[in-house]
């Protein structure tokens, strides 16, 4: 009996050794089902792992990217599909199956503000950028997840700030939303005073960006009201003590890029969405109590719709946290997923690659600009004045995402319509409730929006001499 008892065990030891050594055979040499591989290089053994369910995916992913459109159109995973294949999205003025088809007679639309100037710069980078996640990813939404989530962004954020030359404290707060018009009403919420008589009264500087009224005036509340002009409001309420305000301070400003800084001195709101190098220099950093950042003009991904806010008071804080959770129960999974992967990049070698790409292109789009005005006596553009910038540790001039056109001749009052007629769409200073003198040019769009509004303005500048010149 012993002695059987030995074979068996003998026997099942066998079996043990051989299961693992055909185990171990298949793990490191067939690469199936998710196992590694190996193989020589420079005589060192390298294991890789072997690609399963994500294969497909990012071969689908690839496949569209390659999609040239003819360099005038992008293709995505999402684009429309025709007959099989996937269709071309297609910048303005040109069309077709591959978008090589240039529409001459096309107005060059430099309205939006779409930051498509960068798209070049994550071609350059995509396999840094890019993101892969299974079905089941992150399929909870229990708060738990969310916050660990949120945790590694803030760290990247905060390496960010540190980067550029703006540090933000310990002691401050941040709070993540839908892209900063969010953060924007959240603020606006958190500073109203609820046990007033009265509702807060919210102003902002002419020119001012039109979302600051539009949404605080569509949220019709009655702890908060939109008054307007932040000069004229003091002018009128020089003698009134103790009035409730709000202020928003955009610096840089949108539209005329200008830093600014606030005119009450109480309660402000600094919007501080183009406060990064490759728009103006930074001179040192922005302390105030609460700064609102976005994703979009700082990498140029305007429809992942993510910003911040850093808040100083832990109240304010607490406030602009509950609109956010009552409002949509935080920032999706995935978006923070995508900016943290995006962050990442930002930062390597100290934020250079990103803020030394964009800086040189919007310089470079500023000289182009600058020239064709320089030969015109109809139209002029803001004046920019030269900073020192701690973050390229040299004084330079500004480069704003936009042109504030002011139309000289006293007959043409409507710098839009004027614009218009030489095949330019622009946004017309009454948007933001300046005079209608003035139009906003978007300088962050694509360079075949770019050329083709250097193109329209090369025309339009050249018909003060009575000849059409070349760019």
């Not at 700030?161 to 606006?188: C, K, M, P, W």
């Not at 790409?357 to 789009?365: L, P, S, V």
Request: charged fraction near 25%.
């Amino acid at each position: 009996m012993e002695k059987t008892k030995k074979y068996c065990y003998g026997f099942c030891l066998l079996s043990s050794i051989v299961i693992n050594i055909l185990f171990s055979i298949n793990l490191y040499v067939s690469g199936g089902g998710g196992a590694l591989q190996w193989g020589e290089k420079k005589h060192e053994t390298v294991y890789r792992p072997s690609l399963t369910w994500s294969e497909k995916a990012a071969a689908e992913a690839e496949a569209v990217a390659a999609i040239s459109c003819s360099g005038h159109g992008r293709a995505y995973l999402d684009s429309l599909i025709s007959y099989g294949q996937t269709v071309c999205e297609c910048y303005d003025c040109y069309g077709g199956i591959d978008c090589s088809e240039f529409s001459p007679d096309c107005s060059a639309d430099a309205g939006g503000g779409d930051p498509i100037f960068l798209e070049p710069f994550w071609m350059q980078n995509a396999e840094k950028s890019a993101i892969v996640v299974s079905g089941w990813h992150r399929m909870s939404y229990r708060y738990a997840d969310y916050t660990m989530m949120s945790s590694e962004v803030e760290k990247y954020i905060r390496k960010l700030h540190s980067i550029v030359g703006n540090a933000i404290t310990e002691d401050r707060y941040l709070v993540f939303g839908i892209g900063s018009s969010q953060l924007l009403s959240a603020a606006v919420y958190a500073l109203s005073s609820e046990n007033s008589s009265s509702p807060s009264n919210v102003v902002a500087t002419i020119p001012y960006y039109p979302m600051y009224e539009t949404q605080t005036s569509f949220f019709n509340s009655e702890d908060f009201q939109f008054e307007g002009d932040t000069n004229s409001w003091k002018l009128n309420n020089a003698t009134k003590n103790n009035m409730d305000v709000i202020e928003f301070v955009t610096s840089p400003n949108n539209p005329d890029g200008e830093l600014k800084t606030s005119v009450l001195g109480g309660k402000t709101i600094y919007d501080h969405a183009y406060f990064w190098p490759h728009f103006t220099p930074i001179p040192g950093p922005s302390d105030h109590d609460l700064m609102i950042f976005t994703l979009s003009k700082l990498t140029g991904h305007a429809g992942v719709r993510f910003g911040w806010a850093v808040i100083k008071d832990k109240d304010v804080y607490e406030k602009v946290s509950k609109y956010i959770e009552v409002a949509d129960l935080g920032i999706s999974k995935d978006t923070q997923l995508r900016v943290l992967k995006l962050l990442k990049v930002v930062v390597e070698d100290d934020g250079t690659q990103l803020f030394k790409f964009a800086y040189a292109k919007m310089r470079e789009r500023w000289d182009r600009l600058t020239s064709v005005f320089s030969k015109s006596t109809r139209f002029s553009i803001q004046e920019r004045h030269p900073l020192h910038c701690n973050f390229f540790n040299k004084t330079r001039l500004p480069s704003p995402a936009y042109a504030w056109v002011k139309c000289e001749r006293e007959e043409e009052d409507d710098c839009g319509a004027v614009l218009e007629a030489g095949k330019i769409t622009s946004r017309g200073g009454s948007t933001y409730r300046d005079k209608d003198r003035y139009a906003r040019l978007s300088l962050i769009k694509s360079q075949d929006d770019f050329d083709l509004l250097l193109l329209r303005l090369t025309e339009l500048v050249s018909l003060e001499n009575g000849k059409i010149e070349s760019i």
